[in-house]
């Protein structure tokens, strides 16, 4: 089994602080994926990594960037902690099948997500 | 900019009876659908792939794609007080390189 792990499962910053979300997952994956997900507005892209030092934004990046130095962890890193950044977070992450490069025909394995709280 | 669209719920069913849950999409081009269950307060979690036209089994699970009319629904026989949930659909993003979520059907499952 895939086995995706996030480092805390709640987390609670200041405002203004810089926080960093780890995630590390176990199956030699080639893809990884950081969402956030807030009522209403459902699972939204941050950003994504097809390999190890590669990243492509996705639909929300502003007030974030990422860290991909080891093909098993992905980083998330929230530059200047706002109230607004505030919600669940999500890594995934999916196999690239051969041939088919990135690849959204694999499904994506999630962590247990982290639950950060902006004071 | 491709959309998958899935109608929020509450979807309320007897225990027993047959859920079905649909999803559309946007692109006829798309080729791979993914159903999630999510708990509350907990992360999705693969039940169903599908990629192709027609239909597959898996247990009391059998997800249907129908490319022509563009939609993918999921059946859910038997349905169970542990399937209350809310369930994610998902499929390929614009440039074919992530996934695009729907925004869930939450099921309620009566005992």
């Known amino acids: 089994d895939v086995k995706v792990t996030q480092s805390s499962r709640y987390l609670v910053k200041r405002t203004g602080e810089k926080v960093f979300l780890e995630c590390v997952q176990d199956m030699d994956h080639e893809n990884m994926f950081w969402y956030r997900q807030d009522p209403g507005l459902g699972l939204r892209l941050i950003y994504f990594?097809?390999?190890?030092?590669?990243?492509e934004k996705g639909d929300i990046p502003e007030g974030y960037s990422v860290s991909r130095e080891k093909k098993e962890r992905f980083s998330l890193i929230l530059e200047s902690a706002s109230t607004n950044q505030t919600s669940m977070y999500l890594c995934?992450?999916?196999?690239?099948?051969?041939?088919?490069?990135?690849?959204?025909?694999?499904?994506?394995?999630f962590g247990d997500g982290t639950r950060l709280s902006i004071l | 900019q491709k959309e998958v669209e899935q109608n929020s719920g509450p979807l309320s069913v007897p225990e027993g009876a047959i859920a079905s849950l649909n999803c559309t999409y946007s692109?006829?081009?798309?080729?791979?659908f993914f159903w999630y269950r999510q708990y509350s307060g907990k992360s999705p979690e693969l039940i169903m792939s599908i990629y192709s036209n027609g239909d597959k089994e898996d247990g009391r699970f059998t997800a249907q794609l129908n490319k022509a009319s563009q939609y993918v629904s999921l059946l859910i026989r038997d349905s169970q007080p542990s399937d209350s949930a809310t369930y994610l659909c998902?499929?390929?993003?614009?440039?074919?390189?992530?996934?695009?979520f729907g925004k869930g059907t939450t099921l309620s499952v009566s005992s």
């Open positions: 995934a992450s999916s196999l690239v099948q051969q041939g088919v490069y990135p690849g959204s025909n694999q499904p994506q394995h």
């Open positions: 990594s097809y390999d190890v030092k590669m990243k």
């Open positions: 692109d006829r081009g798309s080729q791979s």
């Open positions: 998902a499929g390929p993003n614009q440039a074919g390189t992530a996934l695009i």
